[in-house]
């Protein structure tokens, strides 16, 4: 009854390390688990056996499987650990170290203070195209008409005069610009007139 314990668990360890490597559809996978079955048949006919046994004969033999079984499991186990230490200090690297890894005081990436420059260039362009298209979208209003269909009461019109509108023609011809006397020239000429 010992022997078959032994067996069954003998069989459990090489089933966990067969299913890492095959599928139940494995002939060696196949083959382990009905080698467990008939050992699992056999042992179920033992206990047949046993329970025809008186009780203290049943109580005894019970206990000396018990313990002889958990001996057997310990020894098991005791070997799959020596076996593993045996292949883990077996294990051979081919890896080489050609060069001691070095250490740099700064660190080569993120260059944080040409992300702040260049951050704070594209936020300043951002913002003047933003300003930019806002004025070219919004031209003002620009006559009494619009601000009363906005909603709002008008209550006079300021027009312009006619000597503004010949100023802004003096002013925005070639000559001037090139002669500011004649541009002061005009200026006072301007005040003497409005008086």
């Known amino acids: 009854m010992v022997d078959l314990e032994a067996q069954l668990n003998e069989l459990t360890f090489r089933e966990s390390e067969i299913s890492q490597r095959f599928t139940r559809d494995h002939p060696a996978y196949r083959s382990l688990l009905q080698k467990r079955e008939t050992l699992l048949s056999e042992r ?7 329970q025809r046994l008186p009780q203290t004969q049943r109580e005894v033999l019970r206990m000396t499987r018990d313990v002889e079984v958990n001996q057997q499991i310990y020894i098991q186990l005791l070997n799959k650990v020596q076996e593993l230490n045996i292949l883990k ?3 051979i690297g081919n890896v080489r170290i050609v060069d001691e890894a070095q250490s740099y005081p700064h660190p080569i990436k993120p260059k944080k203070g040409l992300i702040l420059v260049l951050a704070t260039l594209l936020g300043g362009m951002f ?8 004025a070219m979208l919004h031209r003002g209003i620009e006559s009494a008409e619009e601000m009363e269909s906005e909603g709002f009461s008008v209550y006079a019109t300021v027009p ?33 007139l409005s008086r």
């Open 160 to 192: 312009k005069s006619d000597l503004q509108i010949q100023l802004n023609t003096l002013l925005t011809a070639q000559e001037i610009a090139y002669q500011p006397k004649y541009l002061q020239k005009l200026i006072r000429q301007t005040y003497l």
């Open 127 to 134: 913002g003047v195209a933003l300003v930019l298209l806002r």
């Open 44 to 50: 179920e006919r033992l206990n047949g056996q046993v």
């Open 89 to 91: 200090a077996g294990t």
